[in-house]
């Protein structure tokens, strides 16, 4: 059975430091892409953070980019976040999720088909 | 970059009645669009991918389609458990945005 598990998520302070971790099971971790994607309190998803099986192709959102730092340890079967210089506005539920790429007709098709129960990040004074 | 808008934003259905939900690209997206649903205190759950495909275990009252940029969902008889919230999502080009989402609640 595939299982994501988040962890590291709590209140901080503007301007501080989280370490986001999300341990995955029941699937071989190094074959697969993975997002991190945040819900803000009664909002819509948002896409974060893209890393590639091997780590060595990233995309961040531009809301985050130069402040997070996504990273994996294929060994250890785990995806981090490192969220730096944190902002209320980044105050969130954070998922990661599995990419699935599909072959299609012309191509492939993605989709994000396994995610986590979601940590919740709150940023505040 | 790719906008994603979802109509309408609430959608009162009773059980049992079909709901059709829209999803529109800013520019074309192919077949790459995914649909999720989630319900609150939940994770999201892949429903549809490749705009039309159905993922693993999803029931056969939910379908999709289009292409291009107008896509549909469909859940042809509501049960109980398909209020919920819908997101569409484009996989075509980076970033992967999520539309805004259509509440469906119970009439």
């Known amino acids: 059975e595939v299982q994501l598990v988040e962890s590291g998520g709590g209140l901080v302070q503007p301007g501080g430091s989280l370490r986001l971790s999300c341990a995955a099971s029941g699937f071989t971790f190094s074959s697969y892409e993975m997002n991190w994607v945040r819900q803000a309190p009664g909002k819509g998803l948002e896409w974060v953070s893209y890393i590639s099986s091997s780590g060595s192709t990233i995309y961040y959102a531009d809301s985050v980019k130069g402040r997070f730092t996504i990273s994996r340890d294929n060994a250890k079967n785990s995806l981090y976040l490192q969220m730096n210089s944190l902002r209320a506005e980044d105050t969130a539920v954070y998922y990661c999720a599995r990419v699935a790429p599909t072959p299609g007709s012309s191509g492939y098709y993605y989709s994000d088909d396994y995610w986590g129960q979601g940590t919740l990040v709150t940023v505040s004074s | 970059e790719i906008v994603m808008t979802q109509s309408p934003a609430t959608l009162s259905v009773s059980p049992g009645e079909r709901a059709t939900l829209s999803c529109r690209a800013s520019q074309s997206v192919s077949s790459n669009l995914a649909w999720y649903q989630q319900k609150p205190g939940q994770a999201p759950r892949l429903l549809i991918y490749?705009?039309?495909t159905r993922a693993t275990g999803i029931p056969a009252r939910f379908s999709g389609s289009g292409s291009g940029t107008e896509f549909t969902l469909t859940i042809s008889s509501l049960q109980s458990e398909d209020f919920a919230v819908y997101y569409c999502q484009q996989y075509n080009n980076w970033p992967p945005r999520f539309g805004p989402g259509t509440k469906v609640d119970i009439k």
């Open positions: 490749g705009a039309s």
